[in-house]
């Protein structure tokens, strides 16, 4: 039998992308092995949001083309590099065998089996949405569960579009059925993702339709918890918050991917937010979701952002306390709309702007830390850390951390915790950004 590697980069929409490819490998009769060096053909799923991706993909299929010295005889890059750059990447890599974009992941099974020769395949981005069953590659007890793809936003400095296309909406019974396959296999947390969440639905049902999906899927046995990335700020309404408040299973938590908060930053960003709209839906938050955790991201150094800007960025942060926060330099990405823009900056002012921010952020978390000292809280086990003299120390997540992003809670105790069993437990001390505590 023919065995294949998979390599997955980029973000959790590539995750589910890759999850369904490998369940369609191994339908199609191939061997999924972790190991390159024993794989026939290598796959690299790549990212191309920002240049640093493209050159993490880039790296990562040269890395993997050492493989074809030994016992790897096919070399497959898949996903958004070549759904976005087939006709310079099929001309430069020639160390690739064959590229399939991010249409075209259902068919990877026949893609390999007539593989003789390089090729690729990049369909052109339709009212389709790649979706179907999976070989779920986190933990067991948590997936992600992707509800839309593409994005009709267009901000003046992403690429987004271009690569996946229109937003297009799955339907809500093929997510709910979906989503009770992953329970009867013992997810206790779905986090949705898409790259606008609360625009969820709006394209084949004329409204947004988010809660309305949250409420039934809260209706599926064995769901603990429900998780929201990745909600934009001006699509976040009363019915929402709402919903986040008095729905037992919703995370007390959402991502709002704000990346500035001046306005006429948010402007030339295309961005349809205001500073005065951020602040007041922050207020709101937390007036109805009092121990809310709120993730944002933010762009330094885009283009034009003036020393008064960013002071007032810096101020912002401070003010509003987030409690996981992510900094990016600004990217230059070819085709957008910013990188036509005047007043590019220098990458030193970026990368100091990013440092400061990063460093006003850091003390936030030191000071929110230090409120969770003393406090008790459920938390889920995601793994074991260490096994020493009797005492077990495990990493944990409350509802306030979503994996692999924030930070961890150290949990120690005596007892043997399984993977994803819940249990309370007392923090005792925290660890810039983790938590450490004992099980009660």
Known sequence: MVKVGVVSLGCDKNRVDSEIMLYNLKKGGFEITGDPSQADIIIVNTCAFIESARKESIDTVFEMAKYKNGKCKKLVMTGCMPQKFIDQLFDEFTEVDGFLGTNDYESIADFLKNLNSRCFKVSPNTARIEEGERIVTTPKHYAYLKVADGCDNFCTYCLIPSIRGKYRSRRIESIIAEAQVLAKSGTKELILIAQDLTKYGVDIYGKKSLVTLIRQLSEIEGIKWIRLLYCYPELIDDELINEIASNKKVAKYIDIPLQHSENSVLKRMGRRSTKEALEELFDKLRKF???????????????????????????????????????????????????????????????????????????????????????KMEVVVDSIVSDKNGLNLYACRSQYNAPDIDGTIFVYTKDKLLDGEFVEVEIKKFDNYDLIGEKV
């Open 289 to 375: 979701v009092p121990d809310i955790s709120i993730r944002s991201t933010f762009i330094l150094g885009f283009p034009g952002e003036t020393q008064q800007d960013f002071e007032n960025l810096k101020a912002f942060v401070k003010k509003q306390k987030m409690n996981n926060v992510g900094f990016f330099a600004y990217s230059q990405e070819e085709g957008t709309a910013a990188a036509r823009m005047k007043d590019q900056l220098p990458d030193k002012v970026k990368n100091d702007r990013l440092a400061e921010v990063a460093e006003v952020q850091y003390q936030n978390v030191l000071q929110i830390n230090k409120q969770f000292v003393g406090k």
